[in-house]
């Protein structure tokens, strides 16, 4: 079984910087692809970024495209969501999950952290 706990999330002002974390543990998520989503209040939950298990291929929503970098190290089984430039509109609880590789359907999430960006 695989936990994901996210951290780094708070309140900001607009044009201020959050990096998240999000930790595995119970296996090594080596083989894993990793993203990033988000739930905004009354709205559904959106894919904000996405990473592959070697690093080498990344994906982000338009929305965020410029202002937010994902990485991750996988000696530490750490996923990041590097935020900068932050707006309003970027409030919302942020999750990461992480993908079983093929041809497991198999996806952890965790809990979320949230992000308020002020104006």
């Known amino acids: 079984q695989v936990q994901l706990v996210e951290s780094g999330g708070g309140l900001v002002q607009a044009g201020g910087s959050l990096r998240l974390s999000c930790s595995a543990s119970?296996?090594?998520?080596?083989?894993?692809?990793m993203g990033w989503y988000r739930q905004a209040p009354g709205k559904e939950r959106e894919f904000v970024a996405t990473i592959n298990w070697s690093g080498g291929s990344r994906h982000y929503a338009d929305s965020v495209k410029g202002r937010f970098t994902i990485s991750r190290d996988n000696a530490k089984n750490t996923v990041y969501l590097e935020m900068n430039n932050l707006k309003p509109e970027d409030t919302a609880i942020y999750y990461c999950?992480?993908?079983?590789?093929?041809?497991?359907?198999?996806?952890?999430w965790g809990q979320g952290t949230q992000v308020t960006v002020s104006s």
């Open positions: 999950d992480a993908g079983a590789p093929p041809p497991s359907p198999i996806v952890y």
């Open positions: 119970g296996r090594t998520l080596l083989s894993y692809d």
